[in-house]
Structures are given as C-alpha cells and as structure tokens.
C-alpha cells in the first residue's frame, strides 16, 4: 500500500513543479513580425548578406514525465554570443536575422527576479543565404534518493534542413525594442 502511494505521489511532482515554475515567469517581450518578414520567414527567403535563426520552443520529456512528452510552455530567451537576440512565448517562432559567421548560441529560461536555467552553448557556423532551426528541448530526471529529487537539462537543438517545425501552427513574432 505504501509504495503505491508512493509512486501515486511521484507522478503528481513533475506536474506541481512545472506548475510551480510557471507562476514565476516573465513573458516574452514580443511583437507580430511585420508582414513582409512574415512572408519571407514563411516563403523561406533569407535577405542578401544574411543567415536566419528560427528560435522555437519545443519538448519537455524524460523518465519523470510518466504520461509522455508535453511542450514546453516557459517564455525563454535566446542568446548568441552572451547577447539576447531574440524571445518567445508558447506558440511562437522568433526570426532573427544574423550576419554569416560563427555564434556560441544557447537559450534560457525567462523567471520573475532570479537566474533561470540555461542550455549548454552550441556554437553554429551561419552562411549566407541560410536558415538555422534551434530548438529547446528540457530533460526531466527524477532521482530518487530520501525521496524524488527533479532534475532539469535544457538543451538547444539545431537543425538545417528538413526540419519538423510547422510554421502554419506558430505566430511569427519578432523581439520587441
């Protein structure tokens, strides 16, 4: 009987602490991307002399997450080179549009007066002409030692090409002044 509640009990965690988190969050400061660049994101067509990131919010999965993957809901930032180019909210693609080059890129988490957590820096070679999907994913883990310990990774993951974002179920959005 013990170890049923138990494990009844381990369940409802990750769902009070994802709960927890949200009333902590600070939205996104976004804006409706203009309609040309909504097109242009949406007809897939960079500018001349430049490289397009797409910055999505995508999973939260891992073996606490017992009735399966849910999206993540959390508005988060996106950093190249320690810098914040853009942010998003649930539902919504961030376009930026970069020079070529090399970016250590990375996104965190956007929480009311505190630190939030951060992915691990992915550096990405940009070239003319291209586009480069980032999404960020969490891991939850749940560690049981004198009771379940929840664990967070944030990871940023890239894409090129043949990508799975469905840009007909996402607000195109741009990072307000």
Known sequence: MGNKMHMSFCRFVPMICA???ASCVVPAPT??????????VRSQIVPDNKA???????????????????????????????QIVGSVNYQE?????????????????????EEGLA??????TLKSGQTAYLRADITQTTIINFGPVN??????????????????KKKIVVTAP
């Not at 804006?31 to 242009?40: C, D, G, H, I, W």
């Not at 693609?93 to 007066?113: I, N, T």
């Open 19 to 21: 709960l927890l988190v």
């Open 31 to 40: 804006q409706v991307a203009p309609p040309a660049l909504e097109q242009s």
């Open 52 to 82: 397009r990131v797409l910055f999505y919010l995508g999973k939260v999965d891992g073996n606490a997450m017992f009735l399966g993957a849910v999206d993540v809901r959390g508005p988060s930032d996106l950093l190249a080179n320690g």
């Open 93 to 113: 693609v961030v376009a930026v549009d970069l020079s070529p080059g090399k970016y250590e890129m990375f996104w965190k988490q956007r929480v009311k007066g």
């Open 119 to 124: 992915s691990a820096p992915v550096t990405i």
């Open 151 to 168: 664990k967070y990774v944030l990871s940023l993951d890239v894409c090129y090409s043949s990508c799975q974002l469905d840009l007909n």
